[in-house]
């Protein structure tokens, strides 16, 4: 009798996922693993376009209003945007980040061989990250994370102890915050913070999770019309400007989430990193931000695991996982 071939185990796979038998899939089927956390992760996601079709036919309003390509109407706790880590050594990474920021695996797995980590999903604070392992001829790619926990003298000294170099010591800044930067040994920057200012809120500024994708470039604001241009994205607050009339800082609504942006400066030079971005139509998302000067790396696709996804560099060489859950 002839050996299954993938997609008759991948639709085997997917079943057992839909039954609630997902337990120990990965380990039966290595070759699958990161499709399976995927299928796993959309499993209880219902279909976006119906739920726009849905939407349309019960409230008033025009067509464009209900089409917006970044509204996020995914089901709560689905972030529209979750940071994504290529790096050297995921395995010990996932280790700093449990023992530094009491981070949580949801799931790992490994590729063929049992060697490096294809795909991994970690719980920081109420916050989704995703990582793996470079794959060959494949570059790292770090990123920088704002990260707000409880008592962040005590994580910046964890994070001191589990490997991490400072960048600045805890310090209550004017704008209600007590911070501290970290590097870890991959390349990330970690800005940790505890809100001081509004007590209903601690340890979070209202509108963010534990964790959010901190972006600097070079001509900040030409970043943040890219972001708008390309993902609809709008200001949650009027930006600060520095005394050299560049963005200082600026935060930005994408769906769900916030994404937070400025100039690069001093130690704080620009780390392009991995973004992944759900929408409701990635095919027009994907044109978006090809008019707005993005650069296709991988054109929309329908994928195995459920998801029609594209890739796209932003002029800052950011890249974006653009995906639509299906």
């Known amino acids: 009798m002839a050996e299954p071939n993938v997609i008759e185990r991948l639709d085997a796979a997917i079943d057992a996922i839909l039954a609630g038998r997902q337990e120990g899939l990965a380990l039966r089927d290595p070759e699958l693993a990161a499709l399976l956390v995927i299928a796993a992760d959309l499993r209880d996601v219902p279909d976006p376009q119906f739920k726009q079709r849905l939407k349309a036919d019960l409230l008033p309003g025009t067509k464009e209003e209900m089409m917006s390509t970044t509204e996020s109407r995914l089901e709560p706790g689905f972030q529209t945007i979750r940071a994504y880590l290529v790096l050297d050594g995921a395995s010990d990474f996932i280790q700093f980040l449990k023992d530094a920021f009491g981070a949580i695996e949801n799931a790992r797995f490994k590729g063929p061989g049992g060697g490096k980590i294809m795909h991994a999903e970690m719980m920081v604070g109420n916050s989704k990250l995703e990582l793996g392992d470079a794959p060959a001829r494949v570059s790292?790619?770090?990123?920088?994370?704002?990260?707000?926990?409880?008592?962040?003298?005590?994580?910046?000294?964890?994070?001191?102890?589990?490997?991490?170099?400072?960048?600045?010591?805890?310090?209550?800044?004017?704008?209600?915050?007590?911070?501290?930067?970290?590097?870890?040994?991959?390349?990330?920057?970690?800005?940790?913070?505890?809100?001081?200012?509004?007590?209903?809120?601690?340890?979070?500024?209202?509108?963010?999770?534990?964790?959010?994708?901190?972006?600097?470039?070079?001509?900040?604001?030409?970043?943040?019309?890219?972001?708008?241009?390309?993902?609809?994205?709008?200001?949650?607050?009027?930006?600060?400007?520095?005394?050299?009339?560049?963005?200082?800082?600026?935060?930005?609504?994408?769906?769900?989430?916030?994404i937070e942006l400025g100039e690069a400066h001093g130690q704080w030079q620009a780390i392009p990193m991995g973004i992944h971005l759900f929408v409701d139509d990635t095919d027009a998302v994907y044109e978006r931000a090809l008019r707005a000067g993005g650069k296709s790396v991988r054109p929309p696709t329908d994928m195995p695991y459920g998801e029609r996804g594209a890739t796209v560099a932003d002029p800052f060489d950011n890249q974006w996982f653009i995906g639509t859950p299906r």
């Open 140 to 258: 790292p790619r770090p990123g920088a994370l704002h990260l707000y926990l409880d008592d962040i003298d005590a994580v910046y000294q964890r994070a001191l102890r589990a490997g991490a170099t400072s960048l600045m010591g805890p310090t209550d800044q004017f704008y209600g915050d007590r911070e501290a930067a970290l590097r870890d040994r991959w390349g990330n920057s970690w800005y940790i913070a505890t809100h001081l200012a509004d007590p209903s809120t601690k340890p979070f500024r209202k509108g963010f999770r534990s964790l959010t994708p901190y972006l600097h470039a070079r001509g900040a604001d030409r970043l943040m019309r890219f972001l708008k241009e390309a993902f609809g994205a709008q200001a949650v607050e009027e930006p600060t400007v520095s005394a050299q009339g560049t963005i200082a800082h600026a935060v930005l609504q994408i769906g769900d989430s916030v």
